[in-house]
Structures are given as C-alpha cells and as structure tokens.
C-alpha cells in the first residue's frame, strides 16, 4: 500500500514530475552519498574508490540529473600513506558519508588498510582539489561510519560493527572534531535479521531519531531497513513495513540495490541515492560494478519515508535542467573524452590510477613529442607476480567504463628494443581480472604483434581470447581501438593513425570476464599501460588522440536508450 501512495505522492497534480533514467551516476560509482546545499541550489555526492587514486570523487548537480566532477577529495598520497601499503584488490576506502553544516563539507569514511582507520576530511570549496583538508585520524569501530550531530552539537559516528564477540551490530559513538578522540560505545541495533547490517545512516525529523541501514549482503539480497526511536539511542521500533528499498525476489534489470542515502532538495522533496548493478537476477553479466541510482521519496510529518522502487526510466519531481556549473576540477560525467595532451595541461581529474602510480611515469608533451603523455613502462605487468607489493606502482592510465555501449580509443607510439615490452590498452576489474591488447616484440625480436589477452575469469566459464598476429610492417603510430559492440561482448581492434579506416578486429571478450569474481565492489575501467614484463627494458610509449564516447545506456532487458539523453 505506501507504495501506491508514494506514486500518487509524486504525480499528484500540484507536484509536477518529469521523466529521468538510471543510472544517474553510471560506471563504478558504489555506495553513494549526498548532501543538498541551500544557498548554492546544487547538490552534491560522492561515493566509495577502494585502492584507486585519485579517490572519493565529488559530483555537483544543480537538477540531479547532470553531474559534474567537482573534485577528488582524497587528491595526494600525504593523505593517506597507508594506501602505499595495502595488500588486496579491494582494499581502501570504503563507504563514506558526506554532510554539509555552517558552511563546511564534512566527508567521513572507514579506510582498510594494513589496518582500519576513521578518516574525516573537510572543505569549504568542494570545486578544489586543494581545499580538501589532511584527515582527522579517529579509532572508528567497524566500517561505513556515518556523522550526525545531535539537537545540542554533540558529533556522533554510527558505524557497523561487525566483532566476534558483539555479533553483527550497528554502533555509535562522539567524536571530537578537533582532537579525533572518540566517546563511549553504544549499541543501536542489529536490523531485522538479515546478513550484514552495515551502511548507517542517521537523521533526525519530527521529533525521531531515524536509523536507516543496509542489510542481506551487497549481493542479490541486499535491503535498505529502517527504524526509529525518540531517544538516540534507543530503544528502536523497525518499520513495519521493512524493507524500505530493495529489489530483491525481483526480475527486475537492476539488482542489488540497496546502501542508499537520504537528501532534500531544494524544493523540499525527498530522494533516496543508492547503489545498484545492471544485471538481472542472474547477476553474471555487470562489467561497469555497482553504479548510483537515484529514486524520488516523500517523508511527510511523523511518518516513516517512501521511497520508489528502483527502474531504469523514473519519473519524479526534478528541479529543472541546469547545467550552469562552471567551476570544478572535472567534466560532466557525460561528457566524451577528446583528449589531446597539449603542452601545458593536466592529466584530467577523471582518470583513475590502480594505488598510487609513480607520477614521473606519467609526462604531458615530454620534451619533443608534443600532444602526447609519454608512459615509462613498469617492471611489473597488469596482474604481477607473487612477488608485487603495494608500493610497486603499475603504469596504467584509465576512465571509467560509463556507458554499456562505447568506443574507446588512443594513438601509440612504440617502438619495443627488448624482449617483453608491451604497451596497449586494457579493460581493467582487477589485477587479477582485465583484458588487453597489447604491442610487443615477435619472438625473434625482429617484428612487432599484437597480443590479445585476458587474465582471470569472473563470472564466465568458457575458454579465454587469446590471439597473437604481426603488427603491418608500414604502421609507425598504431590507433588501439575497445568497443562495446553489445552489453556483453567487447571488440579490441587496430588500425594505422594515418589511415584509420583500416579496421582490423583483432579479437572479441565476454563482459563477464570482468564481472564479479575479485572485484566484488568495484567495476571496470578502460585505459592505457605500458610494462617490461619483469623485463630489463625501459623503451616508453606515447599515447595521442585520447577518445572515449559512449553510444547507449541498457536501462532494461530489451531497451536501450542513447548516452547524450540517458
């Protein structure tokens, strides 16, 4: 029933409702979260990077439907040392909550490294890199914290605490803004009983403190639960009614929807953030990970939120088309990438490292080669060998895979002296999960191939691509070319820079070789990378001539929709 009278809520005719589709944040972009600011009338949100850099990518949006990349908060290694030494492939910062008070951003996080730490950064210009403060270190209990203040100003973290002796609990504790000590443990709740309570979130309204969590798992159970209670720390009455948001038990294309955020906007109405994978219930087949989606609420006087079930097309209350940002270190999420490496510019604040990269690895227009990012190769490759360690840094360059049908492409310039170096491009889940083209030497170190290959499996369970060919003795400069002909299949293909009608298709993967498998929380981007393979060579690559344009948005089983209206 409540969800009948959300629906007549938010088409009711004194509310007027426009059409929008999911996802709103497409690519990896886990574990959303956001905060409305009055008196700019934008909202932003920010969301999980695991060991990527630059992390914790802050999006502006003045009518929740264009985002920008604002910034990065967590912009330099000094920072977060630590990053340098964490193992794993989903290690890192996990599941931030950003809140915005007296004029300041506050961005709280949990970081897994070597060990678990509470990070607050804060800023008050969320358009720059620099304006984002070192972090407060604090013992945080658990993951995902959340910041609340209190009617009095007291900060309160609410985390979930999963330790052997307390069970599975969702925790809260003070914390001091100026020292990051922290205050007595209490506990809140455990959920309704299902796996993984986790994601905290606190609000107060009407007199109630509100608790809303996720809970089942991030997999194909995964809830979002919500209780209430008049005092802090409770005792605390479930919603009846619970789950507040999932589309578990479902057929529906999005799947594992849950860890959700609550905001208001501007107009005074309600939205739910929350994460989700396009994949169906069969969830095998979902390369770009979990992305954020966005559903319109109503939370009237004393009475617990609605929220809208999560669908490809949404029709809710937006404010209208407003695309009026002009600052910010980044480019709207939509936006193709043209990218010419002219003199003087930057690597653009979009492009995602795996931990942290040796940033002399990474040059504009080098001195006599112009209009280019010149890649010195890596000792290790892609996937390392059992020998890698944390701080041996990869030469890999990418952007997030956004859209499920695009075009990727680059110019290289190679010319392999040894044997083993290899420069190309990658459609990269982990080091344990990617697949690439590469350029390297022939094995009588005469000639130049092209190697296409993948590393790891995922969820599929057939026979790995792996074709070698000679590269034509005629191309210098070779155009690398990843395509999504489908949402299930990428073709890697070359071509000479001067003559790019040349086509040659060089192989074809299934996009379930990077789904799932070791990257559970991330998904996967698509980029450039240079290496020695453990070799002693040390010959770069110039990369031209950046492009990357998405085609189309799968936002159901049979519907498709363009990527400049999705």
């Not at 951003?105 to 890199?129: A, C, N």
């Not at 910010?328 to 942290?356: C, K, L, M, N, T």
Request: aromatic share 12%.
């Amino acid at each position: 029933m409540w969800l009948s009278l959300a629906s007549a809520v938010l088409l009711a005719p004194t509310v007027l409702c426009h059409s929008y589709f999911n996802p709103i944040l497409p690519g990896w972009h886990s574990d959303p979260t956001c905060a409305h600011v009055p008196e700019q009338g934008t909202t932003f949100c920010v969301t999980s990077t695991f060991i990527a850099y630059p992390g914790l990518p802050v999006y502006a949006s003045r009518d929740l439907q264009s985002w920008k990349l604002a910034s990065n908060a967590f912009n330099r290694p000094t920072q977060i040392p630590d990053l340098w030494n964490t193992t794993g492939q989903q290690g890192g910062i996990y599941a931030p909550t950003l809140r915005y008070r007296h004029g300041t951003f506050y961005l709280i996080v949990s970081f897994l490294g070597p060990e678990t730490k509470g990070l607050l950064f804060t800023t008050t210009d969320p358009y720059r890199d620099s304006a984002w403060s070192d972090p407060l270190v604090f013992e945080v209990q658990g993951i995902d914290p959340d910041i609340f203040w209190d009617d009095d100003g007291t900060v309160y973290v609410t985390s979930a605490n999963s330790g052997a002796t307390s069970g599975n609990h969702i925790v809260q504790y003070s914390l001091d803004l100026s020292t990051g000590e922290t205050g007595p443990l209490h506990y809140l709740w455990n959920g309704t009983g299902g796996a993984s309570p986790e994601g905290p979130h606190m609000f107060r309204k009407d007199d109630y403190y509100y608790l809303m969590i996720a809970e089942g798992g991030t997999e194909l159970g995964h809830s979002e639960m919500m209780a209430r209670s008049r005092n802090r720390t409770g005792p605390w009455e479930a919603y009846p009614r619970n789950p507040l948001l999932t589309n578990r038990n479902t057929t529906q294309y999005f799947q594992t929807v849950g860890h959700a955020d609550l905001f208001q906007d501007g107009s005074g109405h309600w939205w739910a953030v929350a994460l989700s994978t396009r994949s169906g219930p069969a969830w095998k087949n979902y390369p770009m990970g979990r992305e954020t989606v966005l559903a319109p609420a109503v939370w009237e006087e004393g009475e617990w939120p609605a929220i809208h079930p999560v669908r490809g097309e949404m029709r809710g209350p937006l404010p209208p088309r407003d695309r009026n940002i002009s600052v910010g270190e980044g480019s709207w999420i939509d936006q193709p990438d043209r990218i010419d490496f002219i003199p003087g510019s930057s690597i653009p604040a979009h492009f995602v490292y795996w931990r942290y990269p040796n940033v002399d690895d990474f040059v504009v227009s080098p001195q006599g080669h112009p209009n280019t990012l010149q890649l010195t190769p890596s000792f290790y490759n892609l996937t390392g060998t059992a020998a890698f360690q944390p701080n041996d840094s990869l030469t890999l360059i990418t952007r997030r895979q956004t859209d499920t049908l695009f075009t990727y492409s680059v110019d290289i310039s190679f010319d392999p002296k040894t044997a083993d170096e290899e420069a190309g491009v990658t459609v990269f889940l982990t080091q344990d999960q990617h697949i690439d083209l590469g350029i390297v030497l022939s094995e009588n170190q005469t000639d130049r191939v092209f190697r296409f290959r993948a590393q790891g499996h995922g969820n599929y369970d057939g026979l790995l691509p792996k074709q070698t060919i000679p590269v034509p003795t005629t191309w210098q400069s070779i155009r690398l070319e990843i395509q999504a002909v489908n949402d299930t299949t990428y073709a890697f293909a070359s071509a000479p820079s001067h003559n790019p009608n040349q086509w040659s298709v060089i192989g074809y993967a299934d996009t379930r070789i990077v789904s799932g498998g070791t990257g559970p929380f991330t998904g996967s981007p698509v980029g450039a990378y240079t290496t020695t393979n453990g070799g002693s060579g040390s010959t770069p690559a110039y990369l031209s001539r950046w492009r990357y344009e998405g085609q189309g948005q799968k936002i159901d089983y049979d519907w498709i929709v363009p990527s400049d209206v999705a």
